[in-house]
């Protein structure tokens, strides 16, 4: 990424989702590029380096696309024009940002594959852990690959098993035989829209309608964007066919005990919107749900709760239900800073930080402040949040982390840097509090993970280092490229 550009969250102690996808299919024939637009518009925040839309006419040549993709968020790469040339009532759109494979043009998706069956059109979202297996065995069959993202794997892979298989949907069915790993899918064949999910449900995929439409989404705030009823999640290990006979489901793939299901907790806490519903489960809720649990296990006394925003909001407003300690507004975020930022040189005296946030004086100033953070990564960016608090007069500063501290790598589909530069790992909590300057720090307990969840199953293994399968022998992330 270019020095010079900010990344999209406070600082560039975020971690980053990888991708968001997004698929319908109107059975009466109106054109859904400008729905799916709109849909990618609200699955920004899950990807800002890319995006792109293809889509298809179901009553049209078999295998005729349209595609635009490029690099940057959906205002940037789609003008008016480029919608209006996407033709097409069956499409499928994504937005991007790199884990696995660089950030360039050639890997931006959906990904549009010609082959003797006609054309797909796939979006993913995860990492798959045996990525460079499967892409070894088909480059040792004379595979050519146009990019160096896992997602065109998966795409070979089911090509390759639709010519032994009665459908496309059997084709997908045979192609997650092999694949290990997280991924959401949505795939746009001539006559079909279909989802898959991994076994484990990693990353969320739903269904919704709008009118004589049906919808595939990360999440339910794109549903809502668009004005589509929420009809159901795709369940882990499902894959539905969408066609003008109405929804067909295989669940082949899924587990015989959903125990071993693992849905990423860093969903809740941080990734998804907390106007979503993650199986079953609001995020917004969940996100209270961690708040009360600090404010339960590692409580303080204080004049003031206040969230970092926008992630912090939510669980700083569990907490001051849970306690009783008012709830209030510490800082004023500027919504304007975009991707490409120019980021302040590091001898000059403008900070990232402060160009993006400041604190009002008038809420904190003599007061005894509880923070509420949704993660620490390196610790850069919540240093410099407990110094502005502290120079605007808050007399005393407690950190809560609505997150375990991080200590491993993710190999799913988050962009968790390496173990040296966690601030957690190798250092006590009071180690980290000396760091970020604070006057108390906690973390939220692991054995809470689950509970915010609902008691659903979920990975924790960032905190944990407990995978739910296999970790690959080393670190695979990006390894086409080296
Ligand atoms: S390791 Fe962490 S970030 Fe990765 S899927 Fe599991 S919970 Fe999510």
């Known amino acids: 990424m270019d020095q010079n550009r900010m990344d999209f969250d406070i600082g560039a102690d975020k971690l980053r989702e990888e991708c968001g996808v997004f698929g319908m299919y109107d059975f009466d024939g109106n054109d859904v590029a400008r729905a799916i637009y709109y849909g990618l518009f609200a699955l920004q925040h899950r990807g800002q380096e890319s ?10 040549p078999k295998g005729r696309v349209a595609a635009h993709k490029g690099m940057g968020l959906c205002n940037e790469v789609f003008t008016p024009e480029a919608l209006e040339s996407l033709k097409g009532n069956i499409g499928v759109g994504h937005v991007r940002y790199s884990t696995a494979g660089s950030s360039t043009r050639e890997n931006a998706q959906p990904l549009v594959l010609n082959y003797v069956k006609g054309t797909l059109g796939l979006a993913h979202n995860g990492n798959l852990v045996n990525a460079p297996e499967l892409r070894h065995e088909l480059e040792y069959t004379g595979a050519i690959f146009q990019t160096t993202i896992d997602s065109e794997v998966i795409a070979y892979h089911i090509a390759r098993a639709r010519i032994h298989t009665p459908n496309v949907e059997s084709a997908v069915a045979a192609a997650m035989k092999k694949l290990k790993g997280a991924y959401s899918l949505v795939i746009m064949s001539p006559r079909k829209l279909i989802g898959a999910r991994d076994p484990m449900g990693f990353k969320p995929l739903c269904i919704g309608k709008r009118d004589n439409a049906y919808i595939l989404a990360s999440e339910t705030c794109a549903l809502e964007t668009i004005g589509a009823e929420f009809v159901r999640d795709v369940e882990p290990g499902e894959i539905v066919t969408i066609t003008a006979d109405g929804i067909s489901s295989d669940k082949e793939m899924c587990l015989a005990d959903p125990s071993g299901e693992a849905r990423c907790i860093f969903e809740y806490i941080y990734f998804a919107r907390p106007d979503s519903v993650f199986d079953g489960v609001s995020v917004y809720k969940a996100r209270i749900q961690a708040g009360r649990f600090l404010a339960v296990d590692s409580p303080v006394e204080a004049d003031l709760v206040v969230g970092v925003p926008e992630s912090g909001n939510a669980a700083a407003l569990g907490y001051a239900m849970e306690s009783g300690i008012p709830y209030g507004t510490a800082f004023v975020k500027n919504s304007y800073v975009g991707r490409t ?41 919540s240093a410099l949040i407990v110094k502005m608090l502290r120079d605007a007069g808050a007399r005393e500063v407690h950190v809560r982390i609505s997150a375990p501290p991080f200590l491993h790598p993710c ?14 790992h190798g250092r006590t909590v009071d180690e980290v509090r000396e760091i970020i300057g604070a006057d108390t720090l906690s973390f939220l307990r692991q054995e809470r993970l689950s509970q915010m969840a609902s008691e659903r199953p979920v990975c924790t293994a960032c905190f944990t280092g407990n995978y739910p399968m296999e970790p690959p022998s080393q670190d695979i992330r990006g390894s086409y490229e080296k």
């Open 341 to 381: 930022f120019i980021k302040p040189k590091q001898s000059s005296r403008e900070s990232a930080v402060r160009i993006k946030l400041n604190v009002l004086k008038e809420a904190v100033a003599g007061k005894r402040v509880i923070m509420i953070d949704d993660s620490i990564v390196r610790g850069t960016t």
């Open 51 to 60: 995006c792109g839309i293809a889509v298809s006419d179901t009553e049209g």
């Open 411 to 424: 190999y799913f589909g988050t962009d968790i840097p390496s173990e040296d530069q966690l601030i957690a």
